[in-house]
Nanobody, 119 residues
Framework: QVQLVESGGGLVQAGGSLRLSCVAS????????MAWYRQAAGKQRDLVAE???????TYADSVKGRFTISRDSAKNTVYLQMSSLKPEDTAVYYC?????????????WGQGTQVTVSS
């Protein structure tokens, strides 16, 4: 199992910025894709952004132009730079990693980090 540790959440005013980080660790794994999801209170968990091994990125329409996902492959770390934050961005943000470990595909989730945007 790949372990994920997220950091960088917090409270910010509307229009502000935050950067989330997620570090993946474990025994002999190869990352296929890394992604950020978010879940607001009472709502389902939705994809925010994803980046694949080939650096192909995908964004939810609601964050395009405001959020940027990036990764440091050497550090097995994925980042989410969030700018021009809006109150509707308030949610728990989860990191998800799809990796090959022990010749099997595995999916791991982080514990979540709270992002609160005040108006």
């Amino acid at each position: 199992q790949v372990q994920l540790v997220e950091s960088g959440g917090g409270l910010v005013q509307a229009g502000g910025s935050l950067r989330l980080s997620c570090v993946a660790s474990g025994n002999s794994f190869s990352v296929f894709s890394m992604a950020w999801y978010r879940q607001a209170a009472g709502k389902q968990r939705d994809l925010v952004a994803e980046i694949t091994t080939g650096a192909i990125t995908t964004y939810a329409d609601s964050v395009k132009g405001r959020f940027t996902i990036s990764r440091d492959s050497a550090k097995n770390t994925v980042y989410l730079q969030m700018s021009s934050l809006k109150p509707e961005d308030t949610a728990v943000y989860y990191c998800k990693v799809v990796a090959i470990q022990d010749r099997a595909l595995s999916t791991s989730w982080g514990q979540g980090t709270q992002v609160t945007v005040s108006s």
